[in-house]
């Protein structure tokens, strides 16, 4: 296997100075459509011309089956390329060349084992597995898309480590903000320990406009995650089945489905998606001095006696807590003293505390209004 992506990789691009870009796709919860996501994005940014890096990370092996590979078959996947990075089995060994623009790490049962196969490994290195993995290859691509299984485990947590953007597709008739806010609160600690932004968007998939649910649904994502959100909402689509069941992408399967114009029209979005550029420009002028802004400091108070660690995350940083917020904690007798440190343009803004890992309402801000999934979120106007 992988005589095709070794005369690609000749061209050698090496990483960090390209463009490739690597996207996990994420969500502890199973059935929301991330392998439908992972491989049909996949498939629609190889359409529009672009070289694409599946990487699957699940067990179950789901994309490499709907990439029409049999994991029964192979001799060699992604486990022991992870297992043990050094080894003999290298990353470029394994790749198989699925269609024109696509690549293949493929995934086995045996992934399932990996924290026992390199458990004798301090931790740091067993989050960092793949990211050196990817790392040590030459790059050809634009983008590394790696379907993540349904848990917050090793192998999310290696898929995060090596990423630099998240999509969290969110089923539309089936959100439960719990969930979305456990995820939110593992990116947020991540980005602390690997010192980079993982920039995260929801896609809302399987919506079925017909029922109001699904529209009222879709309604309250947006108002929750507003600009994290895409604009591409993923309709329900029985193509998307078939086309996995046939080992291929929708746009090969059936061109001239919502699945695939849906997916052509993500694939659009996450290609013109520049986050970091995005931010910066809020601060630097034309000549690339700090331009004048419009942005206040506004600070967040929280005093206790028992609490061990706080932070805050709002409609202003994509709902990750801490994101885009400077701390300061300071001593007052037996208390702790947080301080929140927010550049915030004018406007109304909702948040919550993350007390603990628990989330709720600020105790010292009065002002709350019930959020769009039911529960209160504190209000926050900037003037
Ligand atoms: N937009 C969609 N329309 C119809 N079926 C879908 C759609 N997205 C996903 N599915 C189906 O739903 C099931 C779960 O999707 P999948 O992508 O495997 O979710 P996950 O990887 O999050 O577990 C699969 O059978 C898949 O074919
Ligand atoms: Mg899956």
């Given at each position: 296997?992988?005589?095709?992506?070794?005369?690609?990789?000749?061209?050698?691009?090496?990483?960090?100075?390209?463009?490739?870009?690597?996207?996990?796709?994420?969500?502890?919860?199973?059935?929301?459509?991330?392998?439908?996501?992972?491989?049909?994005?996949?498939?629609?940014?190889?359409?529009?011309?672009?070289?694409?890096?599946?990487?699957?990370?699940?067990?179950?092996?789901?994309?490499?089956?709907?990439?029409?590979?049999?994991?029964?078959?192979?001799?060699?996947?992604?486990?022991?390329?992870?297992?043990?990075?050094?080894?003999?089995?290298?990353?470029?060994?394994?790749?198989?060349?699925?269609?024109?623009?696509?690549?293949?790490?493929?995934?086995?049962?045996?992934?399932?084992?990996?924290?026992?196969?390199?458990?004798?490994?301090?931790?740091?290195?067993?989050?960092?597995?793949?990211?050196?993995?990817?790392?040590?290859?030459?790059?050809?691509?634009?983008?590394?898309?790696?379907?993540?299984?349904?848990?917050?485990?090793?192998?999310?947590?290696?898929?995060?480590?090596?990423?630099?953007?998240?999509?969290?597709?969110?089923?539309?008739?089936?959100?439960?903000?719990?969930?979305?806010?456990?995820?939110?609160?593992?990116?947020?600690?991540?980005?602390?320990?690997?010192?980079?932004?993982?920039?995260?968007?929801?896609?809302?998939?399987?919506?079925?406009?017909?029922?109001?649910?699904?529209?009222?649904?879709?309604?309250?994502?947006?108002?929750?995650?507003?600009?994290?959100?895409?604009?591409?909402?993923?309709?329900?689509?029985?193509?998307?089945?078939?086309?996995?069941?046939?080992?291929?992408?929708?746009?090969?399967?059936?061109?001239?489905?919502?699945?695939?114009?849906?997916?052509?029209?993500?694939?659009?979005?996450?290609?013109?998606?520049?986050?970091?550029?995005?931010?910066?420009?809020?601060?630097?002028?034309?000549?690339?001095?700090?331009?004048?802004?419009?942005?206040?400091?506004?600070?967040?108070?929280?005093?206790?006696?028992?609490?061990?660690?706080?932070?805050?995350?709002?409609?202003?940083?994509?709902?990750?807590?801490?994101?885009?917020?400077?701390?300061r904690v300071e001593s007052n007798g037996p208390d702790r003293v947080w301080t929140k440190v927010l550049r915030l343009a004018p406007g109304t803004y909702q948040y919550r505390c993350v007390i603990d890992g628990e989330w709720c309402t600020d105790p010292g801000n009065p002002d709350s209004v019930a959020g769009p999934m039911g529960h209160p979120n504190s209000v926050l106007h900037v003037r």
């Amino acid at each position: 296997m992988g005589g095709d992506s070794r005369s690609i990789q000749a061209a050698a691009k090496k990483m960090g100075q390209t463009e490739t870009r690597i996207l996990s796709i994420v969500n502890q919860k199973g059935g929301c459509g991330k392998t439908t996501t992972t491989v049909n994005l996949a498939g629609a940014l190889a359409a529009q011309g672009s070289r694409v890096l599946v990487v699957d990370m699940d067990p179950q092996a789901h994309a490499t089956l709907a990439l029409g590979i049999d994991p029964d078959e192979l001799s060699q996947n992604l486990c022991e390329v992870l297992s043990d990075p050094g080894g003999p089995t290298r990353l470029e060994q394994i790749l198989i060349q699925v269609s024109t623009g696509i690549e293949l790490a493929p995934a086995s049962l045996a992934l399932s084992d990996l924290e026992h196969r390199i458990s004798f490994k301090q931790s740091g290195a067993k989050t960092g597995r793949l990211k050196s993995v990817l790392h040590s290859i030459p790059w050809v691509y634009d983008f590394v898309l790696i379907d993540c299984p349904p848990a917050l485990n090793l192998l999310t947590l290696n898929a995060l480590w090596a990423s630099t953007s998240v999509i969290v597709p969110l089923e539309a008739s089936f959100f439960a903000v719990d969930g979305v806010q456990k995820l939110l609160s593992t990116i947020g600690l991540l980005e602390e320990r690997i010192g980079h932004s993982l920039n995260a968007r929801v896609l809302p998939t399987l919506f079925d406009g017909r029922t109001r649910y699904a529209r009222e649904t879709l309604r309250d994502i947006r108002t929750l995650f507003y600009e994290h959100c895409f604009d591409t909402v993923i309709r329900q689509n029985v193509k998307l089945q078939e086309a996995a069941r046939h080992g291929m992408p929708i746009h090969r399967y059936a061109p001239s489905t919502p699945g695939a114009e849906d997916y052509a029209a993500a694939a659009a979005e996450v290609a013109i998606w520049r986050p970091s550029v995005r931010a910066r420009q809020h601060f630097l002028a034309e000549d690339g001095n700090v331009a004048p802004t419009l942005e206040r400091e506004v600070l967040i108070h929280f005093q206790d006696e028992t609490s061990g660690d706080v932070r805050v995350a709002g409609d202003f940083n994509g709902w990750v807590p801490d994101k885009n917020v400077a701390s300061r904690v300071e001593s007052n007798g037996p208390d702790r003293v947080w301080t929140k440190v927010l550049r915030l343009a004018p406007g109304t803004y909702q948040y919550r505390c993350v007390i603990d890992g628990e989330w709720c309402t600020d105790p010292g801000n009065p002002d709350s209004v019930a959020g769009p999934m039911g529960h209160p979120n504190s209000v926050l106007h900037v003037r």
